[in-house]
């Protein structure tokens, strides 16, 4: 009974670990087309704020078609409300206002650097809600996922970081809050579901946002593939990826989570060169796009430390909200 139990719990949480990593390859995915988008001229901002509120809205949708009834089940519960707008405001809404600031005082690479520090937080999070001392995975892991992100963001040039003093600090407010949505939503994720959570989550913290992103101030001159490119980050780049990201990481624990989300710059590293550069006809910059040395060797170190928490890390460890 024991075994049958075991074996249970490992296919749970190898389910857990593909469903965690498949939403994390989507926001790559997305990182790349939003890419595409920006270089068509639309704002980045007005980009990400719509992007929120019309995935939130799809996802409410299809909560809508499995039960009307228990999409507002959330709203009945002062503590789960209290939740789920700090997770609205902080860990969606600020957390991707900030990311997109950083990058205005810096740059894409730079911001991600610093953005790609969350698991740090979330590692120290629950060392000290669990009263332990880190494990051996996690501290082999860790360093190889942050040398990662480091080489692929600057490809190894320390003077890459040298930036303004707005850029660390909204980059740092972004990893903070980057690292709530990997702790905060698991208890209501369990309790009320995933598309309720994240689709409120996501369209709430979209409306507290577009004062500042003015959403009123729609874009003109569309054509066909600009509007695909906004169906795929508003749907597979947000809705899916955000769903299937944070019920993983409800499964696998928000430390393994946090880890597993640093297969995104790999996916868009990889996506950038194989798909900017062949099929997307766009700008001098973006046709120059190709592998470097030092993005090959950050990809081989997240994809290790991803490697070596899967394989060696706590099986067990889950958060309890």
């Known amino acids: 009974m024991q075994r049958k139990q075991?074996?249970?719990?490992?296919?749970?949480?190898a389910a857990g670990t593909v469903i965690t990593l498949t939403g994390a390859g989507l926001w790559g995915l997305?990182?790349?087309?939003?890419?595409y988008l920006m270089a068509r001229g639309?704002?980045?901002m007005w980009v990400v704020n719509f992007r929120m509120i019309m995935s939130g809205i799809a996802l409410l949708i299809a909560a809508a078609f499995r039960d009307p009834h228990?999409?507002?089940d959330i709203f009945k519960d002062r503590r789960s409300v209290l939740r789920l707008l700090i997770i609205a405001i902080f860990a969606f809404g600020i957390c991707?206002?900030?990311y997109y600031l950083s990058i205005d005082h810096s740059n894409a690479g730079i911001a991600s650097?610093?953005?790609q520090t969350a698991p740090v937080y979330v590692l120290i999070a629950v060392i000290i809600k669990e009263h332990r001392l880190p494990a051996k995975a996690e501290l082999l892991t860790l360093p190889l996922v942050i040398l990662g992100s480091f080489l692929i963001a600057t490809h190894g040039d320390p003077h890459a970081l040298a930036i303004d003093p707005l850029a660390l600090l909204f980059g740092l407010i972004s990893a903070l809050t980057c690292a709530l949505y990997m702790v905060l939503p698991a208890e209501l994720i369990r309790k009320y579901g995933t598309l309720e959570t994240v689709g409120w989550g996501l369209f709430l913290g979209g409306c507290f946002i577009a004062p500042f992103c003015r959403l009123w101030d729609f874009p003109q001159n569309w054509d066909g593939t600009l509007i695909a490119g906004m169906v795929f980050i508003i749907l597979p780049g947000a809705a899916i990826a955000f769903a299937m990201y944070l019920y993983g990481t409800s499964i696998v624990g928000p430390v393994k989570g946090g880890v597993y989300n640093l297969f995104e710059p790999v996916v868009a590293v990889t996506a950038s060169a194989a798909l900017l550069r062949q099929s997307f006809h766009i700008t001098e910059a973006l046709l120059?796009?190709?592998f470097h040395i030092t993005e090959l060797l950050g990809i081989a170190a997240i994809l290790l430390g991803i490697a070596i928490l899967t394989v060696f890390g706590k099986t067990g460890e889950q958060d309890n909200g």
């Open 6 to 13: 075991l074996k249970s719990d490992n296919r749970k949480i």
């Open 30 to 35: 997305n990182a790349v087309v939003s890419k």
């Open 42 to 44: 639309l704002d980045t």
């Open 70 to 72: 228990g999409m507002f």
């Open 96 to 98: 991707q206002t900030t």
């Open 113 to 115: 650097a610093i953005q």
């Open 288 to 290: 120059r796009q190709s």
